[in-house]
């Protein structure tokens, strides 16, 4: 499955395409992407190759992008947040854009300052 298709699935395809005309993402989160697409089998240069194609900005994670996310990261509890997911929320605040994410969680964090979308129905 390549990239497009496998973030299509994972979102919703309308809401993909949105994402992608005026998509960011971290470092960080490129990471954790590259390396789930190689941990599914796909090849490394090709899953970069993929991701590549769609476009999207990666920021640098920086010590401002970190102290925000530190943030995030000591109110971890009871949101069940990764130091991955708080680079995500770190990024969504710098930039005041809104944050697409699957975990319903996010959106009840006290004190974000930027509005989450959940890019996943809820299943029954």
Wanted: glycine letters at 10%; a negative charge.
């Amino acid at each position: 499955m390549g990239t497009r298709a496998w973030c299509a699935t994972s979102c919703g395809a309308g809401q993909l395409e949105d994402a992608l005309e005026h998509g960011v993402l971290s470092a960080v989160t490129f990471t954790e992407v590259l390396g789930k697409l190689v941990g599914k089998g796909v090849p490394a240069d090709q899953a970069e190759a993929d991701l590549d194609e769609l476009g999207l900005e990666v920021v640098d994670y920086d010590r401002e992008l970190a102290k925000v996310a530190a943030y995030f990261y000591a109110r971890r509890n009871p949101y069940n947040l990764s130091l991955g997911a708080c680079a995500v929320l770190a990024l969504g605040e710098h930039l005041g854009l809104p944050i697409l994410t699957g975990e319903q969680a996010w959106a009840k964090l006290p004190g974000l300052r930027v509005k989450v979308r959940l890019i996943r129905k809820v299943m029954p």
